[in-house]
């Protein structure tokens, strides 16, 4: 496999992979780092990516174990925890202080979720994978995959509609 032929395989789902790594890195450059070393391990067994049926699959699955094994390191102390990617244009300022909190308190309840419901929630709502392929890489069932779904997202709208009737009767 040439390098033109590998950069047809692989870019169509680059984004993809940095916004799996983001969710799980929350570090911008933590993800970048991430998605950058996927590609270079990519392009290291390009001969073998033929033999995969779904190579964004793969991708993605490696993505995960990459962040995982990333945060299970030594140096997962040094991330830093930011979030700066919801921006509005022309809103009011106390609108753009309430949408900041909405956005960073669902970002919280999801970090906050079991790891299986963290990833199924993220493959399938933000990145808005079928369920077969969320199946492939997660390594379950797809009942287990729906059930898993649905618990996270009633967690998250559970927890919002609390925080936001609090002290209303």
Not at 77 to 85: C, D, E, K
């Amino acid at each position: 496999m040439n390098q033109s032929d590998f950069l047809k395989v692989v870019l169509p789902f680059k984004d993809k992979v940095f916004r799996l790594a983001k969710r799980l890195l929350v570090s911008t450059e933590e993800a970048e780092d991430a998605t950058q070393e996927l590609y270079f391990k990519l392009w290291r067994s390009k001969e073998k990516i033929a033999d995969y049926k779904n190579v964004e699959a793969f991708a993605m699955t490696m993505t995960k174990n990459y962040c995982y094994d990333r945060l299970k390191s030594k140096q997962a102390s040094n991330l830093t925890l930011v979030h700066s990617n919801y921006k509005e244009k022309e809103t009011s300022l106390d609108k753009k202080v309430e949408y900041q909190d909405s956005v960073n308190q669902v970002h919280q309840l999801i970090e906050d979720l079991p790891e299986n419901q963290k990833i199924i929630i993220q493959l399938r709502d933000v990145e808005q994978y079928d369920f077969d392929e969320i199946c492939k890489m997660v390594d379950m069932k797809p009942t287990a995959v729906r059930v898993a779904l649905s618990r996270a997202r009633k967690t998250i709208r559970e927890a919002l509609i609390k925080k936001h009737n609090y002290g209303v009767s």
